[in-house]
């Protein structure tokens, strides 16, 4: 459950950035085959898209540079002065995206809907990080905000509609990419038909898939010498289209071009918005990404590398067009010089794959982190990286946004058609992050005075970009909209039904006096062992413990409640994973163990989370008999509050337990005098047929300790001989369904929807790594 020792956690804040400018240019030099692949690749299709349809009368040097300086201004304003100059300072702990600010939102103002919450979560060191401050409890929005709580659900609906898009933005790109490049084949072979052209980029797509398994280590090494030498190549041949057509095409970087572009086109040009803006796809992913770098990075390699390149090749398109209005359809193409004609078109074609693989990648952790704010149903996640922590491959996802482009590229084969779907989903996004980013400034960063003029400003130009490209909805823009419909329906249907079963194990808590009743025998045979009971509540004893006494009367000697859950955070270091505590008296030899990670923290199967949970009781038994802050009176009523942080490092030095490993098959006779040969002969049967994977067996032995206490010596005793005797795992096999007086949309909610999904994604035990053979799984039913 703990990631693998030499794996680097990117956790890089832009506040404690590179001192040192080699590094810097070092980690600039890295983002270009990660971030950059996007929107370095929009030049393929910028002008084309935006000159079809009824800017077709239009056709004419005054619009040509009118357009450009559009683009101009429009990569001027968005990506560098706010993605750049402002954005990139809302990190998370060095984490960016949409779900980032959404996390520091549920911290500073209260906005998480995550359950199983608790004040020991806000003692996370990551948790603190940033302004510390609260909002006054006088301001206006705050209060108006705690009035309507339903406001809460609505912010989380409109983040998830913001990733919904993104997946939709995963589903486009690697279409609308490969399509562009290999139309220059169409340039140069004029006898190929369009029906080879989209049987090649089929081929492209589908390899580009099939590889994803593969992880992006394996071929990051290339992928920064591809974009690096795509965008010196546009830089080149940019500059050398501006000298040879047209020079006084520098001109038009003057914004009177644009009043002059709208005056001429009408609503025609307000209407191409929607294939300018094009032009700074791709720009969210340096906000996204700023967690595998730094900020300063991203910043050095957009403003000395990224901008200029991309400015001086659309300024060159258009000093090319403006001589060559004939040439609208293939610009890019049709302006590269015939000397170097193939290998830019190789390198074209390079490019679009990396950027297609770059928000492939983060369509992968979109998906793990709705999984991770309970929004999304469980899937595998294969780790495609033993030494960069983060880096991860969804089956299910990928092959469904394989499908889905396939369907796009074979149904519209036509870039300008996708091009508008495409548009639509990325503005979408960006609005989202405008929206989001004036919250942070009212809420985190006490700058509410500059949220107006920020929303004014950018929300405006993002408003007008937007409308354009919804007036293309009736031509293929509809394609991310129900996209996005339809993940939003999932992620909505999965969180109402996992919050409605939530709610019902919270109000059918096993009452705490009862088990104190039964005594520390708990009225059953305790039998040896220790019992891992796992369930989604941080407090209280699960309905499931009850249901299970009640038709098998008999129990492990220590029972261990395990909880695993989600912290607004993006990681919790391992020396703050363990939250352990008592449920009942010391007699009762009862645990709780909640086990915390953030959204962007995976769970890894190492094999060593019971050595870890053991040493960790073990360790809280020598807090507790020694810490202060356990010291008191023990009411009934405070058993199940008090927890513990147990550090690794502390489980590191501690010197309760003495740890030895083993060979699984070499088993003692005492453990197998606690045992039936029945049962050993079925496990050594079971490990036989898993030789593949390699088992070992940690042992515990007390350390001659005079001076520890005999309560707490014989308490460790017991842990120790329960841990030999065996660990079973006992989870619930839940049935949810909707009470007969619910109405008919809450039943096609429960009963259809999120019974579908519970029974076609990953179980429980699959995915938090339980291993078959030790588990226990009790039969309930969840009427909610």
């Known amino acids: 459950m703990e990631p693998e020792s030499g794996i680097s956690t990117p956790r890089k804040s832009s506040r404690l950035s ?104 806000e003692e996370l060191s990551t948790y603190k990080y940033g302004p510390s401050v609260q909002i006054p409890a006088s301001s206006p929005l705050k209060r108006f905000l705690d009035k309507h709580k339903r406001l809460r659900t609505t912010l989380l609906v409109f983040v998830l509609f913001g990733a919904s898009m993104v997946i939709g933005d995963g589903v486009l790109t690697p279409a609308i990419s490969v399509l562009s490049s290999v139309s220059g084949l169409q340039v140069a072979e004029k006898k190929l038909t369009d029906g080879e052209l ?4 089929c081929v492209i797509l589908v390899g580009l898939f099939a590889l994803q398994y593969c992880g992006t280590h394996k071929v990051a090494v290339i992928f920064a010498p591809i974009v690096c030498i795509w965008l010196f190549s546009i830089f ?55 967690g595998h770098f730094t900020a300063f ?48 078109f190789i390198v074209a074609t390079l490019a679009a794959i990396v950027g297609s693989q770059a928000i492939i990648t983060a369509t992968f952790s979109i998906v793990k982190q709705c999984h991770a704010l309970g929004c999304f149903p469980r899937v595998k996640v294969v780790h495609t990286s033993k030494h960069i922590y983060g880096q991860i491959y969804i089956p299910e996802m990928n092959w469904i946004l394989m499908i889905l482009t396939l369907a796009i590229t074979i149904g519209f084969r036509d870039t300008t058609l996708i091009g508008n779907a495409y548009g639509l989903a990325c503005m979408t996004v960006m609005f989202i992050t405008t929206c989001l980013m004036a919250l942070v400034l009212i809420f985190v960063w006490q ?49 109402y039904g996992t919050r409605k079963k939530y709610n019902f194990d919270l109000h059918n808590k096993v009452s705490l006096k009862w088990i104190l009743g039964l005594g520390p025998s708990l009225g059953i045979v305790r039998v040896p062992g220790i019992g891992l009971i796992y369930s989604e509540l941080a407090t209280g004893v699960p309905a499931i413990f009850s249901h299970f006494v009640t038709n098998l009367p008999a129990f492990h000697k220590v029972l261990v409640f395990v909880c695993v859950k989600s912290v607004p955070v993006p990681y919790v270091s391992p020396e703050e994973r363990f939250l352990i505590g008592r449920v009942c008296p010391r007699p009762y030899r009862m645990y709780r163990c909640i086990v ?54 502390s489980i590191e030095s501690t010197s309760s337990l003495v740890v030895t490993e083993e060979d699984n ?120």
């Open 236 to 290: 080149a041949i940019g500059l050398y289209n501006i000298i040879s057509w047209n020079p006084k095409v520098v001109h038009a970087l003057s914004p009177y071009y644009i009043v002059k572009f709208f005056k001429e086109t009408g609503k025609e040009g307000w209407i191409s918005l929607g294939g300018i803006l094009l032009s700074i796809t791709g720009t969210e992913a340096m906000f996204a990404d700023i």
């Open 297 to 344: 990075s991203i910043r050095l390699a957009f403003g000395c590398v990224v901008y200029p390149c991309l400015v001086v090749q659309y300024m060159g398109q258009a000093a090319f067009l403006s001589k060559n209005i004939s040439k609208i359809p293939n610009t890019f193409y049709d302006s590269i010089p015939d000397l170097v004609y193939w290998p830019v």
């Open 18 to 121: 590179w001192v040192n400018l080699p590094q810097n240019l070092l980690l600039a030099y890295q983002s270009f085959g990660v971030v950059y692949g996007d929107l370095s690749t929009s030049p393929l299709y910028v002008y084309s898209s935006t000159f079809k349809g009824k800017l077709k009368d239009h056709q004419n040097e005054e619009a040509v540079l009118g357009v450009f300086s559009l683009i101009f201004w429009t990569l001027t304003l968005i990506p560098l002065v706010k993605y750049v100059i402002i954005v990139l300072s809302a990190d998370d702990n060095g984490e960016g995206g949409t779900f980032a600010l959404y996390s520091l939102l549920c911290r500073h103002a209260r906005f998480s809907l995550l359950p199983n919450q608790q004040a020991a979560d």
């Open 447 to 495: 700058r509410g005075i500059f949220a107006a003029p920020f929303l004014l400003v950018f929300g405006f130009i993002e408003g007008v970009y937007l409308s354009a490209a919804l007036v293309k909805v009736p031509h293929a823009g509809w394609v991310p909209i129900m996209l996005s419909l339809v993940f939003m329906l999932v992620m909505f249907v999965w969180h």
């Open 198 to 201: 989209l049987l090649l980029a």
């Open 596 to 649: 915390r990670y953030g959204y962007k923290d995976i769970p890894r199967d190492d094999g060593d989370f019971e050595s870890l949970l053991i040493k960790s009781i073990a360790e809280f038994m020598l807090m507790e008999a020694v810490g202060p802050q356990f010291s008191g009176s023990e009411s009934l009523s405070s058993f199940d509050g008090r927890m513990a942080v147990i550090s690794s490092r």
């Open 665 to 784: 098959s070499e088993v003692s006779e005492a453990i197998q005098s606690s045992r039936s040969a029945t049962l050993h002969s079925l496990r050594s049967a079971y490990d036989d047929e898993n030789m593949q994977v390699r088992r070992r067996r940690v042992r515990f032995q007390l350390p001659p300790n005079p001076a520890m206490d005999p309560a707490v010596r014989e308490e460790l005793q017991d842990l120790v001989e329960a841990k030999d005797a065996g660990v079973a795992y006992i989870m619930g096999h839940s049935y949810v369904k909707a009470r007969r007086s619910s109405t008919f949309l809450k039943k096609l909610a429960i009963d259809i929807g999120y019974s579908f999904l519970r029974k076609n994604c990953r179980g429980p035990a699959v995915a938090l790594n339980i291993p078959h053979i030790s588990l226990i799984e009790v039969g309930m039913i969840y009427y909610v």
